[in-house]
């Protein structure tokens, strides 16, 4: 295990995406999961890495919750080779915990488990890796973004006041002392309500221009603007992403926030 400061080398892995929120039911892990899946049918190389120990969603949104990683010799060391689903390497505690079980540990404790998961797993070549954060900034953000070479962070809010306010404690995190990591920009979830019949029509049930405000603050870009749809929350449920249903708005909007963040941290020589 390596010590408090030292960082976890994983050398095939090019660049490591973060993807947080201050609140819960901003809808961090359906941007984060759809994010991975439009990276990964762009033909990158992607992992996504479901760091909520207390509350796990990846396995279930990918319908792989009954699955469990298999762990092989590499260079005199038992490693964890991932799930794969979608084109994507899949790591979460949720693979490694019953369903129903409710784990009861103190925040290092937690914080430990994560980094050793981080360690110990063979992740191969990867140009993107994604890391669904728990909600909040609690010692599992804290020792994951001081100790992995993050290369940007996404803070994911919702419209409303008091998501902004949420956002705004989580944005904070990445700069404090020791930590310092870059926020690539902000992603605005359930921005307005575009039912399925009429898909030109907007209806902003949840307030205007929160995300426009919180990147203005923070003087970063306003990435993406997802619509509240309802097959979003459909797919997650039956175990799917937004790219097996038939709704374009909502594929189209990943699309181009994958095309950003290609843009924004390219895979180039020296990334």
């Known amino acids: 295990m390596a010590d408090l400061f030292e960082k976890i080398q994983m050398d095939g892995v090019k660049h490591i995406i973060v993807v947080a929120s201050g609140k819960g039911g901003v809808g961090k892990s359906t941007v984060a999961s759809n994010l991975a899946v439009a990276l990964a049918r762009n033909g990158h190389k992607t992992a996504l890495v479901d760091s909520d120990i207390f509350g796990p969603s990846i396995p279930k949104m990918f319908g792989v919750e009954n699955e469990t990683p298999h762990a092989t010799e590499i260079n005199g060391k038992q490693m964890?080779?991932?799930?794969?689903?979608?084109?994507?390497?899949?790591?979460?505690?949720?693979?490694?915990?019953?369903?129903?079980?409710?784990?009861?540990?103190?925040?290092?404790?937690?914080?430990?488990?994560?980094?050793?998961?981080?360690?110990?797993?063979?992740?191969?070549?990867?140009?993107?890796?994604?890391?669904?954060?728990?909600?909040?900034?609690?010692?599992?953000?804290?020792?994951?973004?001081?100790?992995?070479?993050?290369?940007?962070?996404?803070?994911?809010?919702t419209p409303q006041g008091i998501a902004l306010s949420d956002a705004r404690k989580a944005a904070s995190m990445f700069n404090t002392q020791g930590i310092r990591v870059p926020i690539t920009g902000i992603v605005e979830n359930m921005s307005w309500f575009t039912p399925e019949p009429h898909p030109d029509e907007k209806y902003f049930v949840f307030g205007k221009g929160g995300g426009q405000t919180l990147a203005e603050e923070l003087d970063v870009p306003l990435l993406a603007q997802i619509p509240l749809v309802m097959e979003l929350g459909e797919s997650a449920e039956e175990g799917q992403t937004i790219f097996s249903s038939e709704n374009q708005v909502i594929q189209k909007a990943f699309e181009n926030l994958a095309a950003t963040i290609e843009s924004k941290l390219p895979l180039t020589a020296s990334s």
């Open 80 to 157: 964890i080779i991932p799930i794969e689903k979608s084109g994507i390497k899949l790591l979460s505690i949720g693979f490694f915990v019953q369903e129903r079980q409710g784990l009861i540990w103190r925040g290092p404790m937690a914080a430990k488990t994560m980094t050793q998961l981080f360690e110990d797993t063979h992740w191969g070549e990867t140009d993107y890796m994604v890391i669904d954060f728990p909600p909040g900034t609690s010692d599992i953000q804290l020792t994951t973004a001081q100790k992995l070479n993050i290369s940007g962070a996404l803070i994911v809010t």
